[in-house]
Protein backbone atom coordinates (compact mmCIF):
# COMPACT_ATOMS: atom_id res chain seq x y z
CA UNK A 1 0.00 0.00 0.00
CA UNK A 2 1.33 3.54 -0.97
CA UNK A 3 1.99 6.04 1.89
CA UNK A 4 -0.08 8.15 1.77
CA UNK A 5 2.97 11.18 2.74
CA UNK A 6 5.13 9.87 -0.38
CA UNK A 7 4.51 12.29 -3.53
CA UNK A 8 5.34 10.37 -6.67
CA UNK A 9 5.78 11.99 -10.29
CA UNK A 10 6.83 10.05 -13.76
CA UNK A 11 8.55 12.39 -15.64
CA UNK A 12 9.01 12.02 -19.59
CA UNK A 13 11.93 13.71 -21.90
CA UNK A 14 10.84 14.90 -25.15
CA UNK A 15 13.37 14.19 -28.42
CA UNK A 16 11.17 14.24 -31.39
CA UNK A 17 11.13 10.82 -33.44
CA UNK A 18 13.47 9.19 -30.45
CA UNK A 19 10.64 9.58 -28.43
CA UNK A 20 9.26 6.17 -30.07
CA UNK A 21 11.32 4.59 -27.12
CA UNK A 22 9.34 6.48 -24.52
CA UNK A 23 5.98 5.49 -25.86
CA UNK A 24 6.86 1.99 -25.53
CA UNK A 25 7.97 1.93 -22.34
CA UNK A 26 4.57 3.48 -21.40
CA UNK A 27 2.51 1.16 -23.43
CA UNK A 28 4.07 -1.78 -21.79
CA UNK A 29 3.47 0.35 -18.33
CA UNK A 30 -0.31 -0.02 -19.48
CA UNK A 31 -0.14 -3.67 -19.84
CA UNK A 32 0.89 -4.30 -16.58
CA UNK A 33 -1.70 -1.62 -15.67
CA UNK A 34 1.36 0.23 -13.62
CA UNK A 35 0.49 4.29 -12.26
CA UNK A 36 1.64 4.72 -8.77
CA UNK A 37 2.05 8.46 -9.73
CA UNK A 38 0.63 11.57 -8.26
CA UNK A 39 1.50 13.76 -11.01
CA UNK A 40 3.17 14.07 -14.02
CA UNK A 41 5.32 16.64 -16.17
CA UNK A 42 6.50 15.66 -20.06
CA UNK A 43 7.75 17.81 -22.34
CA UNK A 44 7.27 17.99 -26.18
CA UNK A 45 7.16 14.73 -27.59
CA UNK A 46 7.40 13.19 -23.81
CA UNK A 47 3.95 14.98 -23.14
CA UNK A 48 2.12 13.83 -25.97
CA UNK A 49 3.25 10.52 -24.88
CA UNK A 50 2.07 10.90 -21.21
CA UNK A 51 -1.31 11.65 -22.67
CA UNK A 52 -1.75 8.69 -24.36
CA UNK A 53 -0.50 6.59 -21.23
CA UNK A 54 -3.22 8.60 -18.99
CA UNK A 55 -5.85 7.83 -21.81
CA UNK A 56 -4.89 4.43 -21.37
CA UNK A 57 -4.92 4.48 -25.29
CA UNK A 58 -1.53 1.05 -26.22
CA UNK A 59 -0.64 1.08 -29.05
CA UNK A 60 -1.80 5.33 -30.19
CA UNK A 61 1.19 6.84 -30.29
CA UNK A 62 3.35 4.04 -32.12
CA UNK A 63 0.95 4.33 -34.47
CA UNK A 64 2.02 8.48 -34.83
CA UNK A 65 5.89 7.90 -34.79
CA UNK A 66 5.38 4.68 -37.64
CA UNK A 67 2.41 5.88 -39.73
CA UNK A 68 1.74 9.74 -39.84
CA UNK A 69 4.94 10.71 -38.61
CA UNK A 70 6.34 9.24 -41.83
CA UNK A 71 4.39 11.12 -44.22
CA UNK A 72 5.45 13.53 -46.37
CA UNK A 73 2.93 15.74 -45.31
CA UNK A 74 4.67 16.12 -41.55
CA UNK A 75 8.89 15.97 -41.68
CA UNK A 76 9.44 17.82 -45.17
CA UNK A 77 12.70 19.42 -46.05
CA UNK A 78 11.79 20.84 -49.81
CA UNK A 79 9.20 22.62 -48.22
CA UNK A 80 11.59 23.56 -45.46
CA UNK A 81 13.95 25.20 -48.20
CA UNK A 82 10.79 26.93 -49.72
CA UNK A 83 10.20 28.71 -46.33
CA UNK A 84 7.32 26.31 -45.10
CA UNK A 85 7.67 24.11 -41.90
CA UNK A 86 10.47 21.67 -41.83
CA UNK A 87 7.72 19.65 -38.99
CA UNK A 88 4.17 20.63 -40.01
CA UNK A 89 2.57 19.95 -36.42
CA UNK A 90 -0.56 21.73 -37.37
CA UNK A 91 -0.97 18.96 -39.93
CA UNK A 92 -0.30 16.27 -37.52
CA UNK A 93 -2.32 17.64 -34.92
CA UNK A 94 -5.34 18.09 -37.36
CA UNK A 95 -5.15 14.75 -39.07
CA UNK A 96 -4.87 12.79 -35.51
CA UNK A 97 -6.99 14.62 -33.87
CA UNK A 98 -9.65 13.59 -36.62
CA UNK A 99 -8.72 10.01 -37.02
CA UNK A 100 -7.13 9.06 -33.68
CA UNK A 101 -7.81 11.60 -31.03
CA UNK A 102 -6.58 11.26 -27.51
CA UNK A 103 -9.87 10.12 -25.09
CA UNK A 104 -9.59 13.57 -22.93
CA UNK A 105 -11.92 12.35 -20.62
CA UNK A 106 -9.80 8.93 -19.40
CA UNK A 107 -6.84 11.83 -19.38
CA UNK A 108 -8.74 13.13 -16.39
CA UNK A 109 -10.59 10.52 -14.61
CA UNK A 110 -7.23 9.89 -13.25
CA UNK A 111 -7.85 13.46 -11.29
CA UNK A 112 -4.58 13.96 -11.02
CA UNK A 113 -1.88 16.98 -12.18
CA UNK A 114 -0.91 16.86 -15.99
CA UNK A 115 2.19 19.34 -16.71
CA UNK A 116 3.24 20.14 -19.73
CA UNK A 117 6.78 22.17 -20.42
CA UNK A 118 6.77 24.86 -22.69
CA UNK A 119 9.19 27.98 -23.10
CA UNK A 120 8.31 31.54 -23.22
CA UNK A 121 9.64 33.30 -25.90
CA UNK A 122 9.62 36.43 -23.93
CA UNK A 123 11.66 35.74 -21.23
CA UNK A 124 13.14 32.49 -22.37
CA UNK A 125 12.07 30.76 -18.93
CA UNK A 126 10.37 27.10 -18.88
CA UNK A 127 6.57 27.52 -18.27
CA UNK A 128 5.04 24.22 -16.47
CA UNK A 129 1.66 24.51 -17.49
CA UNK A 130 -0.90 22.68 -16.18
CA UNK A 131 -3.45 20.88 -18.35
CA UNK A 132 -7.24 20.15 -18.77
CA UNK A 133 -9.39 18.84 -21.50
CA UNK A 134 -9.99 22.26 -23.00
CA UNK A 135 -6.22 22.90 -23.79
CA UNK A 136 -4.25 19.91 -23.56
CA UNK A 137 -4.00 19.44 -27.25
CA UNK A 138 -2.88 22.94 -27.83
CA UNK A 139 -0.40 22.58 -24.86
CA UNK A 140 1.43 19.41 -26.79
CA UNK A 141 1.68 21.62 -29.93
CA UNK A 142 3.05 24.35 -28.19
CA UNK A 143 5.49 21.88 -26.28
CA UNK A 144 6.53 20.15 -29.52
CA UNK A 145 6.99 23.70 -31.71
CA UNK A 146 10.80 23.53 -31.75
CA UNK A 147 11.99 26.73 -33.52
CA UNK A 148 13.05 27.31 -37.05
CA UNK A 149 11.95 23.48 -37.62
CA UNK A 150 8.42 24.61 -36.94
CA UNK A 151 8.05 28.41 -38.65
CA UNK A 152 5.86 29.82 -35.83
CA UNK A 153 5.22 30.40 -32.07
CA UNK A 154 2.09 28.99 -30.89
CA UNK A 155 0.31 31.67 -28.56
CA UNK A 156 -1.10 30.12 -24.73
CA UNK A 157 -2.29 32.77 -22.68
CA UNK A 158 -1.50 35.56 -25.46
CA UNK A 159 2.12 34.99 -24.85
CA UNK A 160 4.53 33.14 -27.51
CA UNK A 161 5.54 30.27 -26.89
CA UNK A 162 8.28 27.14 -28.31
CA UNK A 163 9.72 23.93 -27.44
CA UNK A 164 9.80 23.04 -23.84
CA UNK A 165 12.88 20.99 -24.35
CA UNK A 166 14.25 24.67 -25.13
CA UNK A 167 14.32 25.79 -21.36
CA UNK A 168 13.47 22.78 -19.63
CA UNK A 169 14.77 19.21 -21.31
CA UNK A 170 14.45 17.40 -18.24
CA UNK A 171 12.25 18.68 -15.55
CA UNK A 172 13.45 16.53 -12.58
CA UNK A 173 14.42 19.73 -10.69
CA UNK A 174 10.42 21.23 -11.44
CA UNK A 175 9.49 17.36 -10.05
CA UNK A 176 11.53 17.66 -6.55
CA UNK A 177 9.92 21.24 -6.12
CA UNK A 178 6.78 20.31 -6.57
CA UNK A 179 6.87 17.75 -3.97
CA UNK A 180 7.74 14.41 -5.54
CA UNK A 181 10.20 12.28 -3.09
CA UNK A 182 10.05 9.53 -5.37
CA UNK A 183 10.62 10.24 -9.40
CA UNK A 184 10.58 8.06 -12.42
CA UNK A 185 11.96 9.99 -15.57
CA UNK A 186 11.91 8.20 -18.89
CA UNK A 187 14.82 9.63 -21.40
CA UNK A 188 15.29 9.78 -24.60
CA UNK A 189 18.93 9.62 -24.34
CA UNK A 190 21.25 6.74 -23.99
CA UNK A 191 22.77 6.75 -20.37
CA UNK A 192 26.03 7.82 -21.32
CA UNK A 193 25.03 10.92 -23.84
CA UNK A 194 26.51 14.48 -22.71
CA UNK A 195 25.13 17.16 -24.34
CA UNK A 196 27.54 19.20 -26.22
CA UNK A 197 27.47 22.33 -27.93
CA UNK A 198 27.41 21.81 -31.66
CA UNK A 199 26.05 23.55 -35.23
CA UNK A 200 22.47 23.02 -34.28
CA UNK A 201 22.40 25.46 -31.77
CA UNK A 202 24.44 28.04 -33.83
CA UNK A 203 21.45 27.97 -36.37
CA UNK A 204 18.90 27.93 -33.89
CA UNK A 205 20.88 31.18 -31.79
CA UNK A 206 20.45 32.67 -35.15
CA UNK A 207 17.39 32.10 -36.09
CA UNK A 208 15.87 33.23 -32.97
CA UNK A 209 17.93 36.72 -33.00
CA UNK A 210 15.02 38.82 -33.22
CA UNK A 211 14.11 37.14 -29.58
CA UNK A 212 17.15 37.76 -27.45
CA UNK A 213 15.92 36.22 -23.99
CA UNK A 214 14.69 33.00 -26.33
CA UNK A 215 18.91 33.33 -27.45
CA UNK A 216 19.87 33.10 -24.30
CA UNK A 217 17.92 30.21 -23.38
CA UNK A 218 19.18 28.69 -26.31
CA UNK A 219 22.53 29.48 -25.17
CA UNK A 220 21.88 27.79 -21.45
CA UNK A 221 20.75 24.53 -23.06
CA UNK A 222 23.70 22.81 -22.86
CA UNK A 223 24.75 23.37 -19.02
CA UNK A 224 21.08 23.39 -17.80
CA UNK A 225 20.48 19.86 -19.46
CA UNK A 226 23.88 18.53 -18.17
CA UNK A 227 23.09 20.00 -14.95
CA UNK A 228 19.53 18.15 -14.90
CA UNK A 229 21.21 14.86 -15.30
CA UNK A 230 23.30 14.98 -12.92
CA UNK A 231 20.98 15.74 -10.25
CA UNK A 232 19.28 12.65 -11.43
CA UNK A 233 22.34 10.50 -10.77
CA UNK A 234 22.64 12.48 -7.56
CA UNK A 235 19.29 13.64 -6.08
CA UNK A 236 19.24 15.48 -3.09
CA UNK A 237 18.74 13.26 0.46
CA UNK A 238 15.03 11.76 1.01
CA UNK A 239 14.92 11.48 -2.93
CA UNK A 240 14.33 8.62 -4.78
CA UNK A 241 14.61 8.64 -8.86
CA UNK A 242 14.48 5.49 -11.25
CA UNK A 243 16.21 6.62 -14.41
CA UNK A 244 15.24 4.65 -17.63
CA UNK A 245 16.90 4.92 -20.90
CA UNK A 246 17.40 3.69 -24.18
CA UNK A 247 19.98 0.74 -24.51
CA UNK A 248 23.16 1.51 -26.05
CA UNK A 249 22.44 -0.42 -29.50
CA UNK A 250 19.11 2.35 -29.67
CA UNK A 251 19.44 4.08 -33.12
CA UNK A 252 16.66 6.27 -33.53
CA UNK A 253 17.16 9.38 -34.31
CA UNK A 254 16.11 12.73 -33.96
CA UNK A 255 14.05 12.97 -37.56
CA UNK A 256 15.14 9.80 -38.43
CA UNK A 257 12.44 7.97 -41.43
CA UNK A 258 13.47 4.28 -40.96
CA UNK A 259 10.35 2.51 -39.83
CA UNK A 260 12.21 -0.84 -39.20
CA UNK A 261 14.66 1.01 -37.13
CA UNK A 262 11.09 2.99 -35.24
CA UNK A 263 9.60 0.04 -34.71
CA UNK A 264 12.79 -1.04 -32.52
CA UNK A 265 13.12 1.60 -30.79
CA UNK A 266 9.45 1.52 -29.74
CA UNK A 267 10.23 -2.70 -28.70
CA UNK A 268 13.17 -1.97 -27.16
CA UNK A 269 10.97 0.73 -24.62
CA UNK A 270 8.54 -1.83 -24.27
CA UNK A 271 10.76 -4.71 -23.36
CA UNK A 272 11.98 -2.66 -21.02
CA UNK A 273 8.66 -2.14 -18.88
CA UNK A 274 8.69 -4.75 -16.39
CA UNK A 275 12.50 -4.29 -15.62
CA UNK A 276 11.23 -0.29 -14.70
CA UNK A 277 8.92 -1.53 -12.58
CA UNK A 278 11.03 -4.08 -10.96
CA UNK A 279 13.45 -1.16 -10.24
CA UNK A 280 10.41 0.92 -9.01
CA UNK A 281 9.48 -1.33 -6.60
CA UNK A 282 13.10 -1.79 -5.42
CA UNK A 283 13.64 2.16 -4.71
CA UNK A 284 10.50 1.10 -2.72
CA UNK A 285 11.70 -1.28 -0.18
CA UNK A 286 15.10 0.06 -0.41
CA UNK A 287 14.71 4.39 -0.80
CA UNK A 288 18.12 6.23 -1.49
CA UNK A 289 20.13 2.92 -1.89
CA UNK A 290 20.40 3.82 -6.55
CA UNK A 291 19.07 0.75 -6.45
Excluded at 16 to 42: C, H, K, M, W, Y
Excluded at 158 to 171: E, H, N
Excluded at 274 to 287: L, M, N, S, T
Aim: proline content about 6%; hydrophobic content about 40%.
Amino acid sequence: MKDPLVHTALVVEGGALRGVFSTGLLDGLLERQFNPFDFFIGVSSGASNLAAYLAGMIGRNSRIYMDYSLRPEFINLSRFIRGGHLIDLDWLWETTIREIRLDLSAVYAHRKPFLVVLTDVQTGEALYHPTSADDLEHLLKASSAVPLLYRGYPQVGGRPMTDGGVADALPVGEAIRRGARRIMVVRSRKKAYVKKRGPAEYLLRWAVRRHPSLKRAISRRVEVYNRSVTLIRNPPPGISIVEVCPPEDFRVTRLGKDLKILQEGYDQGRSLAGEAIDRWEDHHRFPGTGI
